[in-house]
């Protein structure tokens, strides 16, 4: 195998192209857009990928970016108190990282690209979208707009890194199986404000839970960020004065905040039913979507590049056969489908449904006075045991390399 081409350069197709290079396998990416996104999204990075940025030389780039969190808490929205908090620390003798950061999402995919830029090894193509694609024999025939002219080319391999509406999954008529929710998500993003002067104590990411609309908040580095449910029939009365209410609502103040960005997402729960299709794979939002509670959509697909980029570089390297990718598809798809799906369809229905919110904030009180259920409770949520248990399958087998 020679050439790998990479669709998509998002945190999970720059991820994917930084670990093939680490392992020096050439690659070359090709980018939709005329440059990396820079809308707010994705920010919340657990111990497992802080320990792959760790390995990818990253790490210090990365927390320079963050703001490091220590723990979460667990709100009700109804009488505004705390019902939990739940502290990483009880996590220090499983991971290097007891820890979250928080960095957005357009902070790390910077950092990714300026590192590949030092590397020989790597091509992106900016400006150039993958319009079809088709596997003839052992080659992929892949056709790209790029600069506004139609090119033809072939590859070895090619990874589909594209986002939730992958044309390379489509291509090979992949069904994405699972559901979309009915309500929306209205992403708020404000600055100039401490909302821990509204509430004492507040910490960097909390959660609301409400059955009339419950709320995550998440703060980074130079803002806070708000996730809210959206009854997407009153879509279209949104407007700068009806997000101003929103935010005078949470904090109790009738100024004007400084709201820097708002956005309204659908949010779905699905899984691609292959992750592999002989030449051809899928990794990241590409492969499965969830809904953001938790923070495990991008991390996720960062586990899968990693995952994938060493199976490959056994193949590039050593010369074994592609039939070990098997593995990856195996070992990713359950992951996503036990561990992801299970945690974040929780998350949803503990933050609006009353008997759900009820159990969740009993379950949470209970681990308050027991330090080793909430040890087992964060091994999940923080993606720890998920991807330990995915590592033991994944053969630290060693690489050959020809130089
Ligand atoms: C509000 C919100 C908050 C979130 N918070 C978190 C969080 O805290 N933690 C977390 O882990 N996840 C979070 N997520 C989920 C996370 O944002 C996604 O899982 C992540 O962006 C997926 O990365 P990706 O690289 O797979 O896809 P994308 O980020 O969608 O990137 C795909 C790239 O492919 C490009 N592309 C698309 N089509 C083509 C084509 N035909 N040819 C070439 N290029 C193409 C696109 O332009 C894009 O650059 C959140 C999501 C939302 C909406």
Redesign the pocket.
Known sequence: MEKILI???????LSAALSLAKNKVPVTI????SQL?TVP????LHPPTLEIFDELGIFDEVKEKSLIVESFQQWDRGNNKIVAELKLEVLKDETKYPYRFQCE?HHLTEIIQKELKENENIDIFFD???EKLKQVGEKVEVTINRNGKEVKETYDFVIG???????VRKSQNIPFSGLTYPQH?L?ICVEDHDFTEDYPGLSPVSYFSDSEEWVAL?QNLSMWKF?IPLDPKIEDQLDDEYIQDKIRKFSGRAKTFNIVHWVV?RAHQRVADKFLVNRVAI????AH?NN?LG???????VHDAYFLSNYLTRVYHNKESLDILKGFERERQTSAKEEVQKHTIKNEEAASNEEEIEKRKKEMQEMMNDREKMKRYLLETSMIKGFNNRRITDTDKEVVYDD
């Not at 090709?30 to 857009?33: G, R, S």
């Not at 890194?161 to 044309?167: N, Q």
């Not at 923070?295 to 697909?301: A, H, L, P």
């Open positions: 669709v998509g350069a998002g945190p999970v197709g090709i980018e939709a857009e996104t999204k994705a920010s919340t999402q150039s979208p993958l890194a594209d986002g939730a509406s992958s044309v998500h992403l998440i996730l997402y990794i990241g939002d590409a979507v953001p923070g495990m959509g991008m991390n996720s697909g």
